[in-house]
């Protein structure tokens, strides 16, 4: 299990009934628990997994599922019906249940015992039967659910039930999460912004405002002594010039001014218990921050760099919907070794079948993804507010395949917009020092561009190489928003058609509410 997981619970619900006996039930109980614990044992579920027993009344449904509301650790359902269970039973429980719900359609026996079946095997062992009346009742209720089937020994039957609680940890630490402000958005631009109600209503966490002058008063504590520490701590993890140490030079106080600069963010995200934030580079306090020394001497792009690294959500330009998702992304991926990071179109290259688009952003993309030990560096920023040196870690990111995604603002409702993409290796850009990533989007650079684009997707996008697009599937579910997933299969005249399906889905949904 993983330790970040390691206070979380997904608890097991089995269903049945007293049609059969006592005996009967004792006989599922026992087969409930050989399975839970043969799930934990496999090694390959991230979350505990908690029996929680037979519910073989409205009743007890019902009271277990409330229970299953109000517990933090717990984080998601699984039920599974041993045996034939009544799904009007389920109606109460199902309607009060808020958190995220799996059926497992499995069985606790792998094959018919062929020469020994009789009625008391087929009484007792009837998923087939159960998990379809089961079924109907979701489909009836319009119950939000992760459908897995399969046998509950196999791989990957596992890693399905696996990928869910990874995506149910996610979604309960967005329930909680809180995203802070640090400037608006910049200015004019569509695609970053959105409805913060609808998105707390809708996705659960909360957007705020912090002006920089209450930012100042966090800055003016921050101590030499500890910005001295963190600045040893950077020369110590980065490679680096070792000119770059001395204490005499401007690129020294620059990245001095970077570490007090992070130290700043840190206090402020931790003294308001916030998970992730926003900044824009034309608002970094005092505009004539070189003779007041009260405020951001530079984009704090190093800060943000090392921040997400540690989980925190970040957003450039004021893009809250996208540091909440990177948030989520961050928490999906803890204990898995690919790296994730925030991420921007910047510029295209076009090669034929290798035409790609150049991920980077100004200076903030995560070292999650380095393929090398970033560097740090100091360069001259021609950008925002202050045009000056400035201190960032630069790297290329690892070649690989990978997904990205991102959550825009439709107005009727929000959209997620996922593609699979494959990161490839660059060239050197000795006139552009900053972190960044090669990829072609998925199937190819012409349809998943082109598809992107048509879905109205964002510049701005979260990256992982270690997700795939049945994470963001689940994690589409749970929210009930709308998924659009371009991959290997996409084909740009069935991508338009989904676009006008789900429009006229949205709009008749909206209608009927």
Known sequence: ???????????????????????????????????????????????????????????????????????????????????????????HGLQLLRKPLLHLHTQFNEQIPWNDIDMDFMNLNQSAHGDREYGHILARLRKPSKLVVGYWKEAKTQDHIAVWERVCAAWADAQDTLILRFGDQMNNVAVTDGDKVAAEQVLGYHVDYCPFSEVMTYFDKVKDADVDALVAEYFRLYDHDAKLEDKSTVE????????????????????????????????????????????????????????????YGFGAEGDWKTAALFRSVWVMTQGMKGGCSFLEDYTLNFNGEQSAILQAHMLEVCPLIAAQKPRLEVHFLGIGVRKTPTARLVFTSKVGEG??????????????????????E??????????????????????????????GGTHHSCFSYDLSDEYWRD????????????????????????????????MLNKALM
């Open 426 to 455: 660059p060239k050197p850009l000795p006139k552009l020092p900053v972190a960044s990533a090669l990829w072609i989007p998925q199937p190819d650079f012409e349809i998943g561009a082109g598809c992107w684009i048509t879905a």
């Open 252 to 311: 020294y106080k620059k990245v001095w001014n970077s570490a007090k600069a992070e130290l700043t963010l840190r206090a402020v995200l931790e003294d308001k218990g916030a998970k992730g934030f926003t900044t824009n580079f034309d608002d970094l306090g005092d505009v004539d921050v070189e003779k007041t020394g009260r405020g951001f001497d530079q984009i704090p792009g190093l800060a943000s760099q090392r921040m997400m690294a540690d989980g």
């Open 403 to 424: 997904v990205t995604a991102t959550v825009v603002d439709m107005g009727n409702r929000f959209r997620m917009i996922v593609n699979d993409v494959k990161c490839i």
């Open 475 to 506: 994690y589409a579910e749970i929210a009930g928003i709308e998924c659009l997933v371009i991959n290997k299969d996409t084909k740009v005249e069935d991508f338009k058609k989904e676009l006008r399906f789900n429009e006229v889905y949205y």
């Open 1 to 91: 299990m993983v330790k970040a997981f390691e206070n979380l619970e997904v608890w097991f619900v089995t269903g049945a009934q007293l049609l059969y006996g006592g005996d009967a039930v004792v006989q599922v109980d026992g087969h409930s628990k050989e399975m839970v614990n043969g799930l934990n044992e496999s090694g390959r579920l991230p979350i505990k997994v908690v029996y929680k027993g037979t519910a073989n009344s409205s009743k007890e449904v019902a009271d277990v599922f409330a229970q299953a509301n109000n517990d933090k650790r717990c984080v998601g359902v699984i039920t599974w019906m041993h045996t034939f269970s009544p799904a009007k039973m389920w109606i």
